[in-house]
């Protein structure tokens, strides 16, 4: 599986963005799909997956509430619909797969990996 993930960009705070993420590939349906963020100096760390059985959703505490994933199987492609931006939002954000369609919360759950979008999120 290939991953390209795309969207970011600079925005004000209060504002919002969708980051996409377009995978390769024919069992993309059947995948945990995951995104993560890393701040400058900063560990990776998880934002939100989408578990392929049952359709579950998790979200880190920080972003629950201003942001949502959601995923097209037909478009091959899972989405990061973010709200409410806040300053401390501003990393490269990256999307993951995961082919035992868990969309579990740690990075060592992913065997594939997107090449990051960076956000940034001015005061």
């Known amino acids: 599986v290939q991953l390209q993930a795309s969207g970011g960009g600079l925005v004000q705070a209060g504002g919002s963005l969708r980051l996409s993420c377009a995978a390769s590939?024919?069992?993309?349906?059947?995948?945990?799909m995951g995104w993560f963020r890393q701040a400058p100096g900063k560990e990776r760390e998880f934002v939100a997956a989408?578990?392929?059985?049952?359709?579950?959703?998790n979200y880190a505490n920080s972003v629950k509430g201003r942001f949502t994933i959601s995923r097209d199987n037909a478009k091959n492609t899972v989405y990061l619909q973010m709200n409410s931006l806040k300053p401390e939002d501003t990393a490269v954000y990256y999307c993951?797969?995961?082919?035992?369609?868990?969309?579990?919360?740690?990075?060592?759950?992913?065997?594939?990996w997107g090449q990051g979008t960076l956000v940034t999120v001015s005061s």
């Open positions: 993951a797969a995961d082919r035992y369609g868990r969309g579990a919360l740690g990075t060592t759950s992913y065997d594939f």
């Open positions: 590939g024919r069992t993309f349906s059947t995948y945990g």
């Open positions: 989408f578990s392929w059985a049952g359709g579950t959703t």
